[in-house]
């Protein structure tokens, strides 16, 4: 059996980790051979591969990044893009798939399935919004390179009694930003699910100056005010349609200046929050997951992604994790809330 391995759209830490259990176990358990695809559906598409062993995989666990490379190419938007990935798998003896990816990659993997691909999925994404996994690895990351940055955000908003905005990255979903923004202590916290009132923030911002502390407001990048529109940093669409998100904290900046006259900057973390060492959670979660992913290859559960429930790793339906997207409940909002001004 030889089975390939993609990892496609934004880097996020913990895929090589993935990579390395799945050929780990692979090779050990099952005698498999592996071959690399590089740059995400790119890879497959254009039949550009590199050799994976267990020796290509000897020390990526604690490293970013992903060694195959990643792209967001779209196969389904390239002309004979399936027909093509089809051909190519069986010039290259590939007998399967393992596909590791988030909303868009796994997609790609579905409509794939449909057309008799044996193919496994492996949910990853900074932003925890893949439905039927109750984390994605490299969430956990990105929330503690937040928090980090957040916590010393603290010092110069005291020092300078400023308003100090931490713009997170997490698209649609508001994960990144609840959850460092509750480890972090900020005074405000908003999210894409729910709009937000400038008015309300500006008095959060002068309560906090009551108190002789100096405010933290953490915003999600697709975080909307109730009278606007999203703020995105221009109109261009990547191959899955997606807009370029962030922006958002800079325009509430120049509000809260402009209502509150408070000085107010805001630090975008951007990519940071992708990059570098995964932690001890993200490393664990992409090593359970690569091991489970390559035992559903073994079991031949095609058109399945590897999912945590609980403490368990389960499979459930590719289409599953795509079918929508998983927001932050009101609820557990609305507990943040207390913290707030
Ligand atoms: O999906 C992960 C993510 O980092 C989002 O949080 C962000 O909106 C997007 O990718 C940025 O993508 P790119 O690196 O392609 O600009």
Redesign the pocket.
């Known amino acids: 059996m030889r089975v390939g391995v993609l990892t496609g ?2 880097d ?1 830490p913990g895929l090589n980790a993935v990579i390395r259990a799945v050929v780990r176990k692979g090779v050990q358990d099952y005698g498999y051979d592996f071959i690399g695809f590089r740059d995400g559906w790119r890879g497959p598409l254009e039949g550009d591969t590199m050799p994976l062993d267990v020796k290509a995989v000897r020390g990526i666990l604690p490293r970013g990044g992903t060694i195959l490379g990643s792209s ?1 190419t779209n196969p389904i938007k390239v002309d004979r893009g399936i027909e093509r990935i089809r051909e190519n798998l069986q010039k290259l003896e590939v007998d399967a798939l393992v596909a590791i990816g ?1 909303e868009d990659t796994l997609g790609v993997a579905t409509r794939l399935h449909e057309h008799e691909v044996k193919v496994v999925g492996v949910p990853k ?3 925890n919004d893949l439905g039927a996994t109750d984390y994605t690895f490299g969430f956990d990351t990105a929330v503690n390179i937040a928090t980090e940055a957040i916590d010393r955000l603290h010092t110069t908003a005291e020092s300078h009694r400023r308003v100090l905005i931490v713009e997170v ?3 649609h979903a508001g994960w ?1 930003a609840i959850h460092s923004g509750m480890a972090g202590g900020a005074n405000v916290i908003l999210i894409p699910e729910q709009n937000f009132d400038v008015e309300e923030v500006c008095g959060w911002v002068d309560s906090r100056f009551r108190t002789n502390y100096a405010p933290i407001i953490v915003v999600a ?2 975080a909307i005010p109730l009278a606007g529109q999203m703020v995105t940093k221009d109109q261009t669409l ?1 191959a899955f349609g ?1 807009v ?3 922006g958002i904290g800079d325009w509430l900046a120049s509000e809260i200046e402009k209502r509150t006259g408070h000085e107010a900057r805001t630090t975008v973390l951007g ?1 940071v ?2 990059g570098g060492t995964p932690t001890a959670f993200d490393r664990w979660l992409a090593t359970r997951f690569g091991f489970h992913a390559i035992d559903a290859v073994n079991a031949g559960d095609w058109g399945k992604m590897v999912a945590l429930h609980g403490t368990d790793v389960v499979t459930v339906p590719l289409e599953a994790a795509t079918r929508e997207l998983k927001t932050v409940p009101p609820a557990l909002y609305d507990e943040a809330k207390v913290l707030f001004g």
């Open positions: 759209g934004g996020c967001r988030g994404t900074i932003d990255m997490g698209r990144i990048e697709g990547d997606h370029k998100l962030s990519h929050q992708r």
